[in-house]
Structure formats: C-alpha cells, structure tokens
C-alpha cells in the first residue's frame, strides 16, 4: 500500500445491502426450462409454477437457490485441503486437475445463476490462480471475473474490487470502484469513500464534512465501522457535527452486531467520564469483551490495567500472570505494529521487574524493531542489568 492511512475495508464486516446473489433468469426449473425462456413467453410465472410443478413461483425460486447454496458450499469446503496443499510445497501440477475441476463446477453455477460462484472464481484466481496460469493470467482471470459479477450485480463486487486495488496502492482505480458500489447502496464503499473524504486522498483536499455524510450514510446501514468513526468524529469535533440519535445508543447498536471497535470506544468513554458519566466498572467490563472479541488495542488496555501500569485506576485486581497472557495475544496481531511493539515494551518492564533481565532484553529489542520510542534505551538497561548480574558477556 502506498498509504499508512487507508486499508481495505474490515473483513469482518459485511455490508447489510446484500439482497440477492442470483440471476433469477437463468435458473433452471424443474423441467429443464431456463427461466428467461419462459417470461419472454408471457405467462403468468406462478400460474406456470402451479400449473407444471404444484408449487408457487416463490416455493420454485427457493428450491433453486438452496440447490445452488448447497452445491456452492460444497466446493467451498474443498478449499482448504487444496490451498493447504499448495502452501505445503506440493507441485501445482499434481493439483491442476483438481483446480480445473473446482473452476468447472464454479462455472456450471454460473450459468445457472449463481453470482457468488462468479465471486469465487474471480476470488480464487486472484489468490491461487498464479499457481497454475502464467505471468499475469491469473490475476487477468479472477479481476475478468469479478468486474463481470458486479456487472451482473454482485453487491459485493465493487468493494472486493476497491479492496483489491487498495492494497496494490491504486487509489484512483480504486476511488472508482467505491463510487460505482456506493452509486448501489453499497454501505461498505460509502464507509470507504468517508476514508477518502477524510484524508484527502486522489489529490482531493480533506473535507471533513463530506467524511461525516459518508460515515453518516453508511452507520444508517448498519455498518458499524462507520458508527465507530462518525461518533468519534463527533467527539472530536463537536461543535461542528450534530446527529439526533444519542452516541451511545448508535455505539450500542454496533456492539450487537458485534463490533469490538464499538465496544472499545464506549469503554474509553465510560472512562474517562466524556459524553457521559464515568462509570469505571462498565469501562472495564467492555475492554474485557472486546479484548476476548479480539481487538488488540483492548487487549493492551486489559494487560496495562491488570500490571498497574494503568494511571486511570480502574477497579480491578493485579494478576500479572493474566496481563502477560493478554500481551502475548498482542503480539501476534500483525495488522497493528504500534499496538505489538507496546505490547513487547510493557512485556520488557515485567521481565525487568522480575530480574529477568535477558528476556526483557529481547522484549525490548523487539519493541525497538516496531519503531516504540525509547525502547532502545530500555533494552540497554536490560543489557547492563545482565552485565552486572551474570558478567561482562551479556547475551549476544
């Protein structure tokens, strides 16, 4: 990526303006009959339905997009195995056929309809189609097949490309794709187009009140990202921007979708008594959720208030065994280097602490290697607390 600032939009989240991942005209009935074939004919679709299958047209439609959701998991669940495979070493060509395979049942589905199948491909190729077309066919292919799903009308296509091209650091190309998927109703590209509007990206200027539309738009969407930035957006300016709906209540609707970013900032807010009255058990208790939802961030918080290295004071025992635990979680969070280098640096000080001055030293060098100020300087006080305790060798 060419931006420390924008990334792809959260995997996690799902855009709720999903309605249909079909084409309904090219279903297949039960007869044989394509389904385009029989409405250009003019009948009444579930008279027809009725008259040939006892069944209404809505009973038909049903029966056919199950059979192709169960048709479609069952290659997905081929997936792994294959691409497990691959990682371990085994030779593409070994697996061709089982790819040639997977790529022809996909496309079977296709043609019958079945956009998610189109996805899929497109999906694929992008991910472990270098394994088996030359140079640049593969990702060709999967980009050919995803610019043909949105085409059809996938929901999804517009921000999996966008997505795509973000993270090759093509933010005009994909600027275009989140317009075209917000132009849709796509709650994820309008989320991803507050990005834009907010930084200032594809030589815009920042237009922070642009930003809080898009956010706005896309949390009335249910998408909770975009609650997340609007509310903080609000904190942070907010004799600027105004909504009628309380912060909390908009906080609390993402948490029940599951949103541990939500959950993070209501308990920062609960904390610090902003917005609201401070309320230092409930602060607790959501960096507790969110740190089990997997939000490092939380989890950093949870470690530093259970080492007491935390100066908010908040009600909750010492157990430095558990805040270790929490760091190491911490660490393994690639996604967030500031975050894992703090979580090596508060490591340090309880290796330190302890007198264990040679894995503080590595604690400490791990920290300096994420960029954490100041933990060179801690790493040389590990390194001559060992000096001094075990000799002049140190520990390499």
Sequence with gaps: MTSNILSASPAKYRAPTVTTAYQHDKFVLPNGQILCGIGRAGPD?????????QRSWFEVILEIERSLSERLRGIEKRLPA??????????PETLRPVFQDIIGTLS???????LDAQMRIGLLYLSIGEYFEPGGQAQKRGLEEILHAQG??????????????????CLEEAFCFYQMGHQRGCAVCCYQLGQFAEHGFVGSPEDLHMAFDLYKCSSKDFYPPATVRMV????????????????IHLLTQAIDMGCDEAMLLLAQL???????????????????????????TAQLKLGQILDGSDVAGLPLAEDIQEAIEWYYRVTTDQNNPDVRGWAYMYL???SFRMRDFGIAQLHYEAAAALGIIGAEVMMQHARDAYDECYGEEGIG
């Design 82 to 91: 294959l691409e497990a495979l691959l990682t371990d070493g085994q030779s």
């Design 45 to 53: 679709l579930d008279a027809y339905c009725n008259s040939h299958f």
């Design 232 to 247: 903080e957006m609000l904190i942070e300016h907010g004799d600027v921007f105004s909504i009628p709906e309380s912060p």
């Design 348 to 350: 340090g000080r309880i």
């Design 108 to 114: 079977a589905l296709v043609e019958h309809g079945c």
């Design 270 to 296: 609960y904390e610090r008594g902003r917005q609201l009255i401070r309320e230092p058990w409930l602060a607790v208790s959501l960096y507790r959720r969110a740190a089990m939802a997997g939000n490092s």
């Design 152 to 169: 059809n009308g996938h929901p999804n296509a517009a921000y999996t490309l966008g997505d795509y091209y973000v993270e090759k650091g």
